[in-house]
Every structure is written in C-alpha cells, then in structure tokens.
C-alpha cells in the first residue's frame, strides 16, 4: 500500500508513460481557502498552454478502497478527455481592467484561517472575517469558475484597492440575486423530487410544518447560482429586508462559505447551542476549503447592524 506521497510519484510516473513524450505531467501544490493544500495532475500537450487540474486526494481515497493503479490511471484519461483544452487560449482579458471590471464580485473567508493568504490579498475585515474579490469566468475553454484577486493585479490594472470594491459591490447587487427559502420549502421540495407529493412521509412533513413553531423557525440565504452566498450578511439591504420579513432580529449561522443560515430571534434559543450546532456541521458534514467560521452572528432590527455573538 502506497503513502499519499508514494502515490503520488506513482500516478504520475504511469500517466506520463500512458499519456505519451507529447505530454508534460506534472503534480504540485494549489492552495485553496483555510489553509487546505490539494494536489493536482496537470497534463500539458506540446502545443496546448493549458491543462485542467486533476485533484489526486479523491483518487487515493478510492485507491485505498481497493481500486487498481492501472484503473485509476484510466479514469484520469478519461477525465482528461472530457474536460481538455483544445488549441491555444490567450489569457490577456485578465490583464484588461476594462474586460474584467464586469465580473468582479465579493466572497466572506475566514480572516484568522487566511492570515497568511491575505497577506497578498485586497481585503476588507468583517468581525472575524475578511471579504475578498473574485473574477467569475464562464467560457468554452474553462467551463465555469473564480480566479482569486492578487494585490499584484492592481498594479497591472492601474487600479486603487478602493476602485476594486467599489465596481464588486455594484456587480453584487445588479446581479448577484440573493435567494431565501424557509426550511420547510427546502424540505418538502426534495422530498418532493424524490417521492412526489402523494407520499405519506410527505404528507406527515407537510403536517408538521403546520405548526408555527416550525414553519417559520429557520431559512436558508444563498446566491441563486449556488456560489458564494455568505458574503449576503455584508449586505445592509437584504439584512434589513429579512428583519422587516420576520419582523425582528435574527442569528446568522454560518453553514458555508456558499449559504447562510437565519432563525429569527423568538427569545427560544441560546447563543450556545446555536454554536454548537455550527461547530458539528462545520466538522461532519462541511469541506474544510468551504468552511466559514464556528461563530454565531446576530442582525440586532433595532441598531441594523450583524454583530459576532463570541467575539
């Protein structure tokens, strides 16, 4: 049984002979959010510049499970066929602040978690957090993604770090659409989708959300494409809406970096227990790259302001 850095060298030294003298494999490090180093493949053909990143963690895990090398290295092939590059892409959009002001967006990371990181990174703290701009791409080469922004690429867009945040927001709030949905909405519409509605289970849920203590006792907050949804608890307007909607304060837990989750404040829970509750669904159940934080918040309807509980 090979070692992770064992499998490593291995994978790497069976896809390069697979793959051919025309390809150039690779495997190095790429950082990604709270510190986590995945390891990607990357194989470069001679007369291509780019390659998509092939991350090694899940193929270990299956390997470990029992899978072949000699199958392993197959289902990279035919990962690589399905997302490869085709021709030559020229990248230097990225270096025009005039093509990307555009698509210039914010993201919520944890701030301690991210020290290092964003030591070269324009920020912006938020209590224990720091919000941090992203160029969302979407095209035929790439598929779909973000590219971090550097304090370098100030320099080469001629840009002040205000500029940057400036022209984010503005994109966030034309057309980064927040997305809320009480729980039972969340709730009866996968059950829906895997039942139908003529279920008992559904009916004995749908019963259930009749009570008010449970019906209106917890939502979900979100972008409505899916990414980056927790940076909503920045947003003063959709804030104020939620309390005008539930008609007081409410706590903010932290279910991702994506989403956010928000209890309004009927004087039944305790900030203790909430934190409890994010600290084991951060451990059991979220990616350590999307974790946000453990803390609790609270939307204070009378100051208009999200505070930390812990801080």
Not at 10 to 20: H, T
Not at 34 to 57: F, Q, R, W
Not at 198 to 219: H, I, K, L, Q, V
Not at 228 to 244: L, W
């Amino acid at each position: 049984m090979f070692t992770f850095e064992e499998f490593k060298v291995e994978i790497k030294e069976k896809v390069q002979a697979f793959f051919g003298e025309d390809y150039n494999v690779s495997v190095r490090d790429f950082p990604k959010n709270n510190g986590v180093i995945l390891h990607g493949l990357t194989a470069l053909h001679k007369d291509s510049c780019m390659s998509p990143t092939i991350y090694l963690e899940p193929y270990y895990k299956t390997y470990c499970e029992g899978t072949e090398i000699r199958d392993i290295v197959m289902n990279i092939f035919e990962f690589y066929e399905k997302y490869k590059f085709t021709g030559q892409m020229n990248l230097d959009f990225l270096l025009d602040y005039g093509q990307v002001r555009k698509q210039i967006f914010c993201k919520l990371i944890h701030y301690e978690n991210n020290r290092e990181m964003l030591s070269d990174v324009p920020h912006k703290r938020f209590l224990d957090l720091a919000m941090v701009c992203y160029i969302h791409y979407m095209n035929d080469f790439m598929g779909e993604g973000s590219i971090l922004v550097r304090t370098g690429q100030l320099d080469d867009w001629g840009i002040p770090e205000e500029t940057l945040f400036t022209d984010a927001r503005h994109n966030m709030e034309n057309k980064m659409k927040p997305e809320i949905l009480s729980m039972k909405e969340i709730i009866l519409g996968m059950m829906a989708k895997q039942g139908g509605r003529d279920t008992r289970e559904y009916r004995e849920m749908e019963e259930a959300f009749r009570d008010p203590e449970y019906a209106d006792s917890m939502y979900v907050l979100t972008h409505k494409n899916g990414y980056f949804g927790a940076v909503s608890m920045c947003d003063d307007r959709i804030m104020e809406k939620f309390s005008k909607d539930c008609h007081g304060s409410f706590y903010i837990l932290p279910s991702s970096i994506h989403e956010l989750i928000l209890i309004p404040d009927r004087g039944i829970h305790q900030k203790d227990e909430l934190k409890c509750m994010v600290e084991e669904v951060n451990a059991g159940c979220v990616m350590d790259e999307e974790r946000l934080s453990d803390n609790v918040y609270y939307y204070d309807a009378k100051l208009k302001k999200v505070d930390s509980c812990f801080l």
